[in-house]
């Protein structure tokens, strides 16, 4: 993570320089003061006159002094900026790069949402500890410092205060933060809790009063809020000690300091004017001080931010291109050899399966939910790798393809209709983006989707909603198809695609497939039958393994398992 | 020096505590803030003393602000005419000042925790209760996220946003008030001076953040973007490999990252010079009080001590100044969230009245609808004059396409909306005049969605009677033929279910959500498509159960797949909600009409 800041390195250097100049103004001014007092009014050094051009002179002094360290503090701020910012940025585009290529295995052991959090928030976090740490935290160190030595020049007597004061408050802090600090993850669980039992009431409303236990419903819900607010309580009141404990440290050293200086003026070892520097620096060290303990629960957060960043920047891409370069003409068959696979960690979903799907053959993949469908397909396009076994693709394992080379040959419709936040010809175009508009509406009129396309008040510039709120669900599956459609690649895979389609559009949509893209493989993974059964074969999956393979026809007449689910779709009438 | 005095709470990121705000954002503000603000206010009404106190303590504490740089002047001045007999003293009464000071924040702290926290708990309290009574009709036609977020968001940042700011607020314009009058008492031309520095602070905050806002705001468009990309794109992340997008992807992203953090660079370089101009303008402030002090001091006019007291004066009063703008931006959006919540508790709750009881109706009530019509949005009708009766004991299918309006014959019947004419009786009583909660308790639901609570499998079952034994439980489960699964699962009964019971299957939810109605001992039983979340081969397992429920019993279901339909007494086929054909499965398909072509396109796997 440091190689992103190196780039940015001068203006990460430059806006603690400028910051230095800025602070270093701050802490001339008590003993500028001190001067104006000692010398200008009391006349210390002149037996008592004072002199009004001391006053004076020294005024103008702190005026231009106050501008420069205005401008230094402003110059300090652009540096820090832009390095930050930069820094922001690569890191961002960087984590988001590696993203890009990880794989679908990755992505799921990570999880979609922590994903979008770490190149989102976390990369914020990341980004304004850097900016903290070049210059407010440097800041603060200064004031810190520069404060203490500032204190101690005038008499070293103060520095006493200073040495039982600052531990003090430091022990106070730390006690304080680490007994309240557990307390916000239990905050954390009961705020879910009242989430929850609200979320559930809300949904789930109809059954609520279906059985009308609203009163039930309101009692529990007072016992989560009832917790809810008794931790929250707790922590403020914890809280609430630690804020007139801090004020009264504060003021107890003030006053020592005042203590002191004022024995030490009857010695005439300080000056009355030494004394009133001494109770300023005073403030500002002890609100450095506790600035810093702050400053070191930001950070906190903020490495946890960049650890869980490093996790992403660091984890190499599992699956890449292969070694093949002389790629085999595209013909489209497909062969599964003794494959078996399991997601990772858990136990194989698919075990020693084999088969081969020749040329410009339809296969219909039927099964239960868990059977295995879905996971069977996805090895093709090498969304996973084979825990076992191979699949070829047109004789050659997909492992030794390049990524893209394979991929443009097959085209997907998924189980999940993943559409975009843009016009439906934009989705739609996502399968070919240099396919012309007469390309276009032939991909939506195969998918059965130009009717309601052109229903539309802007038609293919409709704008889909996010996730594809706006659409029905068998609108989203037909742009979809239409998607996968419109790629024209030599296998054709559709994963459960047309569930929320009826039978009539399914079937419709087939027959237009048929003409329109004739010599495509294509694989299509249902529950219904109806959606396989003019499938040339058809495999039935179950637990894993294929437990029949064959047309519809014959399955029929031979497969126990296929009657069986006939039975079950049709009430009986299995002799269709 | 109360320099910490009001570096409370907020900065530890506590939910509940009062955000800090951002200078360069837009405040929100309600449409009727004084409506809002005295409805607000009877929620503080019970709180009469505890905010008596906590305004006395607000006032000691300003009092002891405004009184202990007095006295450290005194000091100051002692050493420095050398009067140092008098020094002991002098530290003694600030050492009790302080104390004092000490004691009323504490106190002010608990006050404003133990108010916000029981008016919190009240509220939303209130506003659960609220909701859990309105009519099933607003929260089908609102975003159930909404809802949360006001019961949730809003409620908190309401009352504690109140007892707090207000507080400061309180104590803010005291601190000015008290900190100028002792200024102006002890030399007014040096008060005047160092207030003018105040009008540089407005002024400067005013501009910064008019000049901020527009910044601002473009970076939070283009921050909404990015995330919008980011979440699109992992979350589609399946679809961008499929097509090999991701290069473009990347470049996409790319442009807009560099777009967000040039406009950011931009946005804080404006930001980030607040801090700078304000540290310039306090410093100019020290530098008026050290140089015009020093001059009248050497005049005579003031002591040496009087110029420390300024000093501490002028950040005392500052403070507030700077703050008072913010905190008033808070109260402003506070009230626009207690508006929403206002507007929710404004909400009708259902009509639940009725004089009559089911129990005073036949054990086996009929069913009849008559000439019954409904809109869910006015001049949209969904059912007209629909008229249908159902015999005690018969199974009546209702099918159709979707949008046909099986679903609202169902939710007239448990009186989740009102029909806008016609009527529903239920045993020949007009279901008006049956108390909703006697309605509802003699009628069992099985939902396509499963409602199922995080809780045990015990628990979720006793939902429909919480007084059933565990044997009676069993026995019921066992009947329905659910008993064996639900032993099979973990801890059997006791088997916690997480949210959205996604530890256990599909099939598994229904058949709970099947047992739960079974329990229940409905007389009428209301089967809305609950099997269509499951597969074929899971639902026949389904059915077994289903059947069981449906023996002996008035029952209406609605249902997409054959199975289910076949055996109804009577089958409805809605069309646009009106009924379009009524009959058994045999006589409906010889018809050839509605039913026959619905058939053909649904159920029939292979007629072809």
């Not at chain 1, 990524?403 to 998924?414: D, F, K, P, T, Y």
């Not at chain 2, 029909?419 to 099985?446: E, K, N, Y």
């Amino acid at each position: 993570m440091l190689k992103h800041l190196r780039k940015y390195l001068l203006f990460a250097l430059l806006a603690p320089l400028f910051m230095l100049g800025e602070a270093g103004m701050d802490l001339l001014q008590p003993t500028l003061m001190s001067t104006i007092v000692d010398e200008g009014v009391l006349g210390l050094s002149n037996g008592g006159v004072g002199d009004p051009d001391i006053v004076l002179h020294t005024g103008i002094k702190m005026i231009l002094l106050i501008l420069a360290g205005a401008a230094c503090g402003i110059l300090s701020g652009v540096f820090a900026n832009i390095a930050a910012q930069n820094f922001g940025n690569d890191l961002r585009k960087d984590a988001f790069h590696h993203i890009m290529h990880f794989s679908l295995a990755q992505t799921d052991r990570f999880t979609t949402g922590s994903l979008i959090t770490r190149v989102t928030n976390d990369v914020t976090q990341v980004q304004n500890m850097v900016q903290m740490a070049i210059r407010g935290f440097v800041r603060t160190m200064i004031l810190l410092a520069g404060g203490m030595i500032c204190m101690m020049r005038l008499h070293l007597s103060f520095g006493a205060v200073l040495l039982i004061a600052m531990p003090l408050l430091l022990i106070t802090m730390f006690l304080f933060l680490s007994r309240v600090t557990p307390n916000f993850s239990v905050l954390q669980k009961r705020l879910d809790d009242v989430n929850n039992v609200m979320q559930e009431n809300v949904a789930g409303n109809r059954v609520v009063k279906a059985y009308i236990r609203e009163a039930y419903e309101t009692e529990r819900f007072s016992a989560a809020n009832e917790k809810l607010v008794s931790t929250q309580l707790q922590i403020l009141l914890l809280l609430n000690y630690m804020t007139p404990i801090m004020n009264i440290l504060m003021n107890l050293s003030l006053l020592a300091v005042i203590y002191i200086g004022g024995l030490n003026a009857q010695r005439f070892a300080v000056s009355p004017g030494h004394v009133m520097a001494a109770v300023t620096y005073l403030t500002q060290i002890l609100n450095a001080l506790m600035r810093m303990g702050m400053m070191f629960q930001n950070i906190s957060r903020g490495m946890a931010s960049a650890k869980r960043l490093r996790e992403v920047i660091h984890t190499v891409a599992e699956i890449t291109d292969g070694p093949r370069t002389d790629i085999p003409l595209s013909g489209g068959s497909i062969e599964f050899r003794d494959v078996s696979f399991g997601y990772a960690g858990r136990e194989n979903i698919l075990n020693h399966i084999s088969f081969t799907v020749h040329p410009g053959e339809t296969i219909g993949i039927l099964g239960m939910t868990g059977s295995g469908k879905s996971s069977l397909i996805q090895l093709i396009p090498r969304f996973y790798d084979v825990t076992e076994g191979a699949v070829l693709v047109d004789g050659v394992d997909v492992r030794d393809y390049p990524l893209a080379a394979l991929r443009s040959r097959i085209a997907v419709a998924l189980q999940k209709s993943e559409l975009f936040h843009r016009s439906i010809r934009e989705n739609i175009a996502w399968g070919d983006p240099s396919a012309d508009e007469d390309a276009l509406w032939q991909a939506a009129r195969t998918a059965q989707a130009e009717e309601f396309i052109t229903a539309k008040a802007d038609g293919m510039d409709t704008i889909v909603a996010q996730s594809g709120h706006s659409l029905s669900g068998g609108q989203k599956q037909r742009l979809a198809i239409a998607r996968a459609v419109l790629k024209n690649a030599e296998i054709l895979i559709f994963d459960d695609s047309t569930s929320a389609l009826d039978l009539k559009t399914e079937s419709s949509l087939y027959k237009a497939l048929h003409t329109a893209y004739s010599g495509q493989t294509r694989i299509i993974v249902a529950q219904r039958i109806a959606s396989v059964k003019d499938a040339d074969r058809i495999l039935v999956l179950e637990d894993g393994a294929i437990a029949a393979c064959g047309s519809h026809e014959e399955l029929l007449a031979a497969s126990p398992i296929y009657q069986d689910i006939c039975r079950s779709q049709t009430g009986g009438a299995a002799n269709g | 020096m109360a320099e910490m005095q009001k570096k409370s709470i907020s900065d530890y990121k506590l939910p509940g505590a009062r955000r800090p705000m951002n200078r360069g954002a837009e405040t929100e503000k309600a449409k009727d803030s004084k409506g809002t603000f005295m409805r607000m206010l009877r929620y503080f009404t019970c709180e009469k003393r505890a905010i008596c106190l906590l305004l006395l303590m607000v006032l000691l504490g300003v009092v002891c602000g405004i009184l202990a740089p007095r006295l450290q002047s005194s000091a100051i001045d002692a050493i420095t005419q050398r009067n140092f007999g008098q020094l002991p003293r002098l530290l003694c009464c600030m050492a009790i000042i302080y104390a004092v000071s000490c004691l009323a924040a504490y106190l002010q702290g608990r006050e404003s925790a133990l108010i916000s926290q029981r008016t919190v708990k009240q509220m939303r309290k209130d506003l659960f209760s609220h909701i859990i009574n309105l009519p099933v009709g607003y929260l089908d036609t609102h975003s159930h996220g909404d809802i949360m977020s006001r019961m949730t968001n809003d409620v908190e940042n309401v009352s504690t946003t109140i007892s707090q700011s207000l507080s400061s607020l309180f104590s803010g314009l005291l601190t000015v008030c008290g900190t100028v009058m002792m200024m102006f008492l002890l030399c007014p031309p040096l008060a005047a001076l160092s207030c003018s520095t105040v009008l540089f602070t407005v002024f400067a905050t005013k501009y910064l953040s008019a000049a901020m806002r527009k910044t601002y705001a473009k970076r939070q468009a283009l921050l909404g973007s990015l995330n919008g990309t980011v979440e699109e794109m992992v979350g589609g992340y399946r679809t961008v490999v499929a097509y090999e997008k991701e290069q473009l992807i990347i470049d996409d992203f790319t442009k807009i990252s560099d777009e967000l953090t040039g406009a950011g660079i931009r946005a804080e370089i404006l930001g980030g010079s607040m801090g700078p101009v304000m540290n310039l303008i306090n410093n100019t402030g020290f530098v008026i009080i050290a140089a015009f002090g020093g001059y009248f001091a050497f005049k005579g006019a003031i002591s040496v001590g009087i110029i420390s007291a300024f000093i501490v004066y002028a950040k005392q009063f500052g403070r507030p100044i700077d703050e008072i703008a913010q905190v008033w931006g808070q109260v402003q959006s506070a009230l626009a969230g207690a508006e929403r919540v206002f507007a929710v508790m404004n909400e009708a709750p259902e009509d639940k009245s009725g004089r009559k009881k089911i129990s005073d109706l036949p054990p086996q009530p009929d069913i009849s609808f008559a000439h019954v019509s409904f809109s869910y949005v006015p001049g949209q009708r969904v059912l007209t004059d629909f008229s249908l009766h159902v015999r005690p004991g018969q199974k009546i299918a209702l099918v159709g396409a979707t949008g046909s309006g099986k679903t609202t014959v169902v939710n007239l019947l448990m009186r989740f909306y009102r029909p806008d004419s016609g009527t529903i009786r239920v045993g020949g009583t007009d279901i008006m005049d049956i108390s909703s909660d006697s309605l509802r308790d003699a009628i069992a639901i099985v939902l396509q969605d499963t409602v199922l609570f995080a809780d045990t499998v015990r628990n979720n079952l006793k939902y429909a009677d919480p007084d059933i034994s565990d044997e009676e439980m069993i026995a019921c489960a066992r009947q329905c033929h659910v008993d064996s699964t639900i032993r099979r699962l973990e801890n059997g009964y006791d088997t916690l279910l997480s949210a959205d019971a996604s530890n256990i299957s599909r099939g598994q939810q229904q058949l709970l959500s099947i047992a739960r109605a079974f329990i229940s001992k409905p007389q009428i039983l209301i089967l809305d498509e609950a099997t269509s979340n499951v597969d074929t081969r899971t639902e026949r397992r389904i059915q077994d159960a289903m059947m069981r429920l449906m023996q002996d019993r008035t029952c209406l279901v609605i249902a997409h797949r054959l199975s289910t339909i076949r055996d109804a007494d009577l089958i409805v086929v809605l069309d646009h909600g009106a009924i379009a054909e009524t009959g058994t499965h045999e006589e409906l398909l010889q018809q050839n009409g509605k039913y026959h072509e619905l058939y053909m396109t649904q159920f029939a796997g292979q007629a072809t």
